[in-house]
Nanobody, 123 residues
Framework: QVQLVESGGGLVQAGDSLRLSCETSGRTFSSLTMGWFRQAPGKEREFVAGISWSTGRISYTDAVKGRFTISRDNAKNTVYLQMNSLKPEDTAVYYC????????????????WGQGTQVTVSS
């Protein structure tokens, strides 16, 4: 079993930055593919970014490319999402997720989920 705990969300203005953190426990972190998803009110959960455990390959959804950066610190069992130039449309609950398999963009590919952290961007 893997436990995930997100932190770092909050209320910011458009153009500001936030860094989300997700600390894991219960399994060797270096063997997990880690992903960030988000869900806005009335919308489906969508893939934001992910990083493979085996290859280090990184993927982003087009809407955040150039603004968000995913990274991982295996020594701290933590994955980060640095979010710059935030826009009101980035407002959502952000979820950290973990998978034992390769990098995927579908929520069903991830077996473990955090509780989510709210990010609100005002215009």
């Amino acid at each position: 079993q893997v436990q995930l705990v997100e932190s770092g969300g909050g209320l910011v203005q458009a153009g500001d930055s936030l860094r989300l953190s997700c600390e894991t426990s219960g399994r060797t972190f270096s063997s997990l593919t880690m992903g960030w998803f988000r869900q806005a009110p009335g919308k489906e959960r969508e893939f934001v970014a992910g990083i493979s455990w085996s290859t280090g390959r990184i993927s982003y959804t087009d809407a955040v490319k150039g603004r968000f950066t995913i990274s991982r610190d295996n020594a701290k069992n933590t994955v980060y999402l640095q979010m710059n130039s935030l826009k009101p449309e980035d407002t959502a609950v952000y979820y950290c997720a973990a998978s034992s398999y390769g990098l995927g963009t579908q929520a069903r590919s991830y077996s473990y989920w955090g509780q989510g952290t709210q990010v609100t961007v005002s215009s």
